[in-house]
Each structure stands twice: as structure tokens, then as C-alpha cells.
């Protein structure tokens, strides 16, 4: 089993920066894809940004690649994402969620993974 708890989500200002991280523990977190969703109001939750067991894979939605940046410590079991450039409509419920190393590989598909956080909320005002 697999704990994943977020912190970081704040009120700030468009243009304005913010880092979330994603503490895990339990069985085994360091061996685990980690995947960033976040669902805005009146939307479906969407995948931000996924992370591999290293660093040396990530990929991210189309709405925030050059914005924000996903990176782990392993060493202390945490992911963090880091948002800069915030736009009001990156306001939402932000959700860290992780599964194990699969056939699919950490691709930003809510249904593929299986641990979830509870969510840090996140709010841009214009």
C-alpha cells in the first residue's frame, strides 16, 4: 500500500509561481511513476505531468510544458511540481497520484494509476 499526502497549493496572483509536493510513503514509493491531475471547475480531471521512477523521464500537457516543471527526490520520497507563469485557468484541485512501473509506462492517463492523494487546492486570480 501506498500513502500519498500534497501540500504547497496557495491563492496567488497570475504570473505568480508555486510549488506542490507530493510526499509518499508505504510499500516501496521510490519504485513508482508519479503522475500530477488536476481537475478545474466545471472540468474533468486531466493529467499535468508524470515523472518516472528517475528523472530522466517526464512528460507534460500541451497547457502547462514550459511552465511547469515535475522533479523527485527520491531520498526523501517526494515529487514536486513546480508552477510558474500561473494563469487563472490553472485554477483547480491539484492530485498526486502514482502507480507501478507497468507495461504502459507513465503515460497521463488518470485510469492507469492507482495511488491517489486527497489534493491541495490551487487558485490564480487575475
Known amino acids: 500500500q501506498v500513502r500519498l499526502v500534497e501540500s504547497g497549493g496557495d491563492s496567488v496572483q497570475a504570473g505568480g509561481s508555486l510549488r506542490l509536493s507530493c510526499a509518499a510513503s508505504?510499500?516501496?514509493?521510490?519504485?513508482?511513476?508519479v503522475g500530477w491531475f488536476r481537475q478545474r471547475p466545471g472540468k474533468q480531471r486531466e493529467g499535468v505531468a508524470v515523472?518516472?521512477?528517475?528523472?530522466?523521464?517526464?512528460t507534460y500537457a500541451d497547457s502547462v510544458r514550459g511552465r511547469f516543471t515535475v522533479s523527485r527526490d527520491n531520498a526523501k520520497n517526494t515529487v514536486h511540481l513546480q508552477m510558474t507563469g500561473l494563469k487563472p485557468e490553472d485554477t483547480g484541485m491539484y492530485y498526486c497520484?502514482?502507480?507501478?512501473?507497468?507495461?504502459?509506462?507513465?503515460?497521463?492517463?488518470?485510469?492507469?494509476?492507482?495511488?491517489w492523494g486527497q489534493g491541495t487546492q490551487v487558485t490564480v486570480s487575475s
Open positions: 515523472i518516472g521512477t528517475g528523472d530522466t523521464y517526464t
Open positions: 508505504g510499500d516501496n514509493p521510490r519504485h513508482l511513476y
Open positions: 497520484a502514482a502507480k507501478r512501473p507497468d507495461a504502459a509506462g507513465p503515460i497521463l492517463m488518470a485510469v492507469r494509476f492507482t495511488y
